[in-house]
């Protein structure tokens, strides 16, 4: 008994990370309505991986010490650590594009939308492990919920099946970055992960962004958003989200993760002065059912 209260307890902690790493990725979309029009989008992403990459180096020099038993397994991970960087700088490149070209409302509902289909497919293809009914009617109703938040706030864009192209294989490259770090957490610690994973996604975004956008042009207000992104949306959420996967499946942090448009809902109303319909606060009721639906198999597992 005291075994299974132990495991209920990690699994609560590992969704309270989940969540706090969502409601950290939801402030980006308001913070970055401070950046300049005249500094690329993606220069912003790769800016922002490549400052999140000197976080995590910083943060494993603190604990060095702490770290230093883990990375002897690092000679296993390489392949995992290959994957993981390709994937989140796949990731950035794709949203961006995506969102572009088919506004910001769908874009955004169609990449982290279909990051839960995506996980529980692949997990169901590659492992054979099948998620529960309960885990799929939770996983909809935030979808749904999620659409309803953000439909008309991007009225007047066109359907692009480019752009939906984009933001599907956005959902993809996130839900495979998570299946990748869930299997590098087991060979290392989240902080050598991250670290890994995001410097070499930096290596692979900036010279992307360099051939289409060209010349970075940035001013100050522009450095202290991307500065924001990167320790914290980016830095200090990732890290949550990887000490997050340590402790509860890979599915439900996909899952949790449906929270980041709450916070980025809650952001627009009271700091960008947003009015949303009553269809919006019912879409905001649906993600809260439905994440309580995937916290209660969570936790229904380790009972």
Same mark, same amino acid.
């Given at each position: 008994m005291a075994q299974d209260g132990h495991m209920k307890n990690t699994s609560l902690a590992g969704v309270a990370m989940a969540l706090s790493a969502a409601a950290l990725w939801g402030t980006t979309g308001t913070v970055q309505t401070f950046a300049s029009s005249q500094t690329s989008p993606y220069w912003i992403g790769a800016l922002r991986l490549f400052i999140?990459?000197?976080?995590?180096?910083?943060?494993?020099?603190?604990?060095?010490?702490?770290?230093?038993?883990?990375?002897?397994?690092?000679?296993?991970?390489?392949?995992?650590?290959?994957?993981? %960087?390709?994937c989140i700088a796949a990731y950035n490149?794709?949203?961006?594009?995506?969102?572009?070209?088919? %506004?910001?409302a769908t874009g955004t509902a169609v990449a982290i939308g279909s990051g839960p289909v995506w996980v529980g497919l692949l997990q169901s293809l590659l492992s054979r492990q099948v998620q529960r009914p309960v885990w799929w009617l939770g996983t909809v109703l935030a979808i749904l919920g999620i659409s309803l938040i953000l439909s008309g706030r991007s009225a007047g864009s066109g359907f692009d099946v480019v752009g939906l192209g984009f933001c599907l294989a956005a959902g993809l490259a996130y839900a495979g970055y998570t299946l990748v770090s869930k299997r590098l957490v087991d060979l290392t610690t989240p902080e050598v992960a991250t670290c890994l994973v995001f410097t070499l996604a930096a290596v692979i975004a900036v010279p992307i962004a360099a051939a289409v956008s060209g010349t970075f042009n940035a001013?100050?207000?522009?450095?202290?958003?991307?500065?924001?992104?990167?320790?914290?949306?980016?830095?200090?959420?990732?890290?949550?989200?990887?000490?997050?996967?340590?402790?509860?499946?890979?599915?439900?942090?996909?899952?949790?993760?449906?929270?980041?448009?709450?916070?980025?809902?809650?952001?627009?109303?009271?700091v960008v002065g947003e009015q949303p319909s009553a269809a919006a606060f019912g879409g905001l009721g649906l993600v809260m059912a439905g994440l309580m639906f995937v916290v209660w198999v969570e936790t229904r597992s380790h009972s």
């Open positions: 999140a990459s000197v976080f995590f180096g910083i943060v494993i020099l603190m604990g060095r010490s702490r770290h230093a038993p883990m990375t002897s397994q690092l000679r296993f991970a390489w392949r995992w650590v290959v994957w993981g %960087g390709v490149l794709s949203f961006f594009a995506g969102v572009k070209a088919t %506004g910001v001013t100050f207000e522009t450095w202290l958003m991307a500065s924001y992104l990167g320790v914290i949306a980016t830095g200090v959420s990732f890290l949550l989200f990887s000490h997050a996967l340590c402790r509860i499946s890979a599915a439900t942090s996909v899952t949790l993760s449906l929270a980041e448009p709450m916070t980025a809902f809650v952001l627009a109303i009271m």
